[in-house]
């Protein structure tokens, strides 16, 4: 009975299997459930039928060698260069220099899936073996002395500077002495005192030697003189102290003739009195004087009268204290601000006897004489403090600079095309603050409209939106009668900063006679040529180049009447070189600083790579729009364009198509120029740059010199013979543009 269920099964799979045509069963097939009629169970049979997936697009080469080819690799697919034979690795090797082969790519078999039909072919070719090596190898032998230098003996300094060395000999080169190991000369070295010194030498090698090794002599050299000893017997005298009613009395001194003596090591004590030193009756003593003969010293005493200060009104810092006691109408000097006293708004402006500055004035390290004990007073400055506006590209507001505390009086609002004011951040203080602030204005972005008059044709809605955003140009109107032509303005590529109205443009369908041209008789014979006239009808469109601030060029031009497409071609090596058709009217440009252009009608990019051997640009691949701001852009670079079309199947001539240039500048490109004791610096206008940031590099560092929203900058102090070098960055929507090594500026100052 299980053997009939089994040969049951067997048959209905066997008809089903040869029943499905296996192209229409997709790779994705479910399984399928069969169930036997003549069985009480279910019996699941699993059929899984491979699909056949279409073939890939054409391989592209990643590397070429001599003898090898990389295609760029594509997930899930093989390789092969002759059609039949298929490899998982995008790498052949062994093959012929300078040979040209055919490559297919496909995709490779699975569990799910049958191998794809093969890609169409791509035609690669290996580099050619045509170089040659040559090697000159120059082994140098060291210049060597002949006759060593040698250290010369029984040297005497009498006041004329002797030689040290007798000089050596050199084959191959020249002699060098030194006494420092580091500053070499031809000439021999001398010494101008006595003592003991190290003489380096070395041979310098000329141009068919190497330098020699480094070797030292030690060399001494005597002093000549007369030694002449003298015994001296010194008296011995007595220094006595009087400490005139102070205590206690320092003990008396023995002291030789002709030396000093010592400072007692206590200070002696008087009650209202400070101590002052000593003297002998006539002059203050400092124990630096020699003693010639018996001395008595008196202690000197100061009344205790003292000079107080009092901040006045200061809200930080502390006051100068002074401890020093001085005597009835001695010169005391007035401190200066040690105290680091602050007063907000104000600058210390020196000392006064009245805390409201009518008394007598002294200035830091002024002088007067103190009879009694005296207290001086802080004296204030009122401050100016400047409020700065920065309007953001709106009109522009002087800046305020007035007295702190003062009434500040608000200036008019500022004003900017395409913005509405939206108040300071921060306000604006109603009195001078302590400080220098700026305020910033906040703008509002404006909708403005843009209307199309379509003059009788096919509606087109207004486009309202934000000034600035990018014009999404709508489809061309229809007109029975007419062809459309054009706008009779240019549709902006990003919303204006007001309400605009473009209007249609139309010509009329109805046929226009053609006319003969006239053709003088000739003096002799008369012949009439009748010619069909093939040429396209020619009318130069208008184009626009814009420059896209960090991006590139965006390209723009009227529509043709009745163009069936466009040509753009850029020039390069003096002849424009064709890049690609384009369907539309506008297009992208991006040129990298790769050397590579970047080709964009709204969506991904198209990448171009110049062939110097075919003069062609060659489609090398594609690059996510979203991808083309981490490209490294050309900088100060002019770009040719020119646009050409298609009309009546004819492609316009040279002559009649449209050439423009662009000078591209994303980023500033620095301009240097030494002067005496200073260097220049001028860079272009970047597009919608806002201000620009100017440094020096140093040691493989950027410093930041200075900022400003000028496009020069002139630095002085600089050093004659010094090299410099400088960058510029500029700031664009907030973000500062990158500083590369080709972007740095070098000058040798003057």
């Given at each position: 009975m299980r053997f009939k269920k089994f040969i049951s099964c067997a048959l209905v799979l066997s008809m089903l299997t040869s029943a499905l045509p296996l192209a229409s069963v997709p790779a994705s097939a479910a399984d399928i459930t069969l169930t036997p009629s003549n069985t009480s169970g279910?019996?699941?049979?699993?059929?899984?039928?491979?699909?056949?997936?279409?073939?890939?697009?054409?391989?592209?080469?990643?590397?070429?060698?001599k003898t090898s080819i990389t295609l760029a690799a594509v997930d899930g697919c093989e390789y092969s260069k002759d059609g039949t034979t298929w490899q998982e690795s995008p790498v052949f090797s062994g093959l012929t220099p300078g040979t040209e082969y055919t490559f297919y790519q496909r995709k490779k078999e699975t569990d799910d899936n049958n191998a794809s039909p093969a890609s169409e072919d791509t035609k690669i070719s290996t580099l050619a073996d045509t170089y040659d090596l040559v090697i000159t190898l120059v082994i140098k032998d060291k210049a060597k002395f002949t006759t060593e230098p040698a250290a010369k003996e029984n040297l005497i300094y009498s006041g004329t500077a002797v030689e040290l060395v007798t000089a050596g000999t050199v084959e191959g080169g020249t002699a060098m002495y030194s006494l420092d190991g580091t500053n070499y000369s031809e000439n021999i070295p001398t010494a101008g005192s006595a003592g003991t010194y190290t003489v380096y030498y070395y041979a310098k090698g000329d141009a068919d030697?190497?330098?020699?090794?480094?070797?030292?002599?030690?060399?001494?050299?005597?002093?000549?003189g007369t030694l002449t000893i003298t015994l001296v017997i010194k008296q011995k005298y007595s220094v006595t102290f009087d400490v005139d009613g102070g205590s206690p009395a320092p003990e008396a001194q023995t002291v030789v003739d002709g030396e000093k003596a010592t400072a007692p090591a206590t200070d002696p004590t008087k009650e209202g009195y400070t101590f002052g030193g000593w003297y002998n009756g006539e002059t203050e003593f400092d124990f630096e004087t020699a003693i010639t003969a018996d001395t008595e010293l008196k202690a000197k005493w100061i009344a205790n009268l003292a000079v107080t200060y009092d901040g006045n009104g200061a809200d930080s810092g502390t006051a100068p204290t002074d401890s020093s006691k001085y005597e009835p109408n001695a010169n005391v000097t007035v401190l200066g601000n040690t105290g680091n006293l602050k007063k907000t708004g104000y600058t210390f402006n020196g000392w006064n006897t009245k805390a409201d500055g009518t008394g007598t004035s002294y200035a830091a390290g002024g002088t007067f004489a103190i009879t009694a004990d005296t207290t001086l007073y802080a004296q204030w400055t009122i401050n100016q403090y400047t409020i700065t506006f920065n309007t953001d590209g709106g009109t522009t507001i002087a800046p305020i600079t007035q007295d702190y505390n003062t009434t500040v009086t608000a200036p008019a609002d500022p004003t900017k095309i395409g913005y509405t004011f939206a108040g300071w951040e921060p306000a604006i203080p109603e009195t001078m603050p302590a400080e220098n602030i700026t305020v910033k204005a906040k703008w509002a972005i404006n909708q403005y409209t843009i209307t199309f008059d379509t003059a009788g044709g096919s509606a087109i809605a207004p486009i309202t939106q934000d000034y600035g955003t990018p014009v999404v140009a709508p489809a061309d109107p229809t007109k029975t009668g007419y062809i459309f032509t054009g706008w009779d303005k240019i549709i902006p590529a990003t919303m204006p900063a007001e309400n605009i109205t473009i209007t249609a443009k139309w010509t009329s369908t109805a046929p226009i006679p053609y006319i003969s041209p006239y053709i003088p008789p000739a003096t002799t014979t008369?012949?009439?040529?009748?010619?069909?006239?093939?040429?396209?009808?020619?009318?130069?469109?208008?184009?626009?180049?814009?420059?896209?601030?960090?991006?590139?060029?965006?390209?723009?031009?009227?529509?043709?009447?009745?163009a069936s497409g466009y040509t753009l071609s850029v020039k390069i090596d003096n002849k424009f070189v064709v890049m690609q058709d384009v369907s539309g009217t506008s297009v992208d440009v991006v040129y990298g600083s790769n050397g590579k252009y970047y080709v964009s009608e709204g969506g991904d990019y198209t990448i171009y790579e110049y062939n110097k051997k075919t003069g062609k640009l060659d489609k090398t691949g594609t690059l996510k729009s979203d991808k083309i701001d981490s490209i490294v852009k050309a900088n100060n670079?002019?770009?040719?364009?020119?646009?050409?079309?298609?009309?009546?199947?004819?492609?316009?001539?040279?002559?009649?198509?449209?050439?423009?240039?662009?000078?591209?500048?994303?980023?500033?490109?620095?301009?240097?120029?030494?002067?005496?004791?200073?260097?220049s610096l001028k860079w272009n206008k970047v597009p919608e740059a806002t201000k620009y940031r100017v440094y020096k590099y140093v040691n493989g560092k950027l410093k930041l010199v200075t900022e400003t929203t000028k496009r020069s900058v002139k630095i002085n102090g600089t050093k004659s013979g010094k090299e410099y070098t400088y960058a510029v960055k500029a700031l664009i929507d907030g973000e500062w543009t990158k500083i590369y090594t080709g972007d740095l500026a070098s000058i040798v100052s003057k």
């Open positions: 279910t019996l699941t049979i699993t059929l899984k039928i491979k699909g056949t997936p279409d073939a890939p697009a054409a391989p592209t080469k990643s590397e070429a060698t030697h190497k330098d020699g090794d480094v070797n030292t002599l030690p060399v001494s050299v005597g002093m000549q008369t012949t009439t040529t009748t010619t069909t006239d093939t040429t396209p009808d020619i009318s130069k469109p208008n184009i626009r180049a814009t420059e896209t601030a960090g991006h590139g060029v965006d390209l723009a031009w009227d529509k043709v009447p009745d670079v002019k770009l040719d364009f020119m646009v050409q079309y298609t009309k009546n199947g004819k492609l316009s001539a040279e002559k009649d198509s449209y050439k423009i240039s662009k000078k591209i500048y994303y980023k500033p490109a620095v301009k240097i120029t030494a002067n005496k004791g200073s260097i």
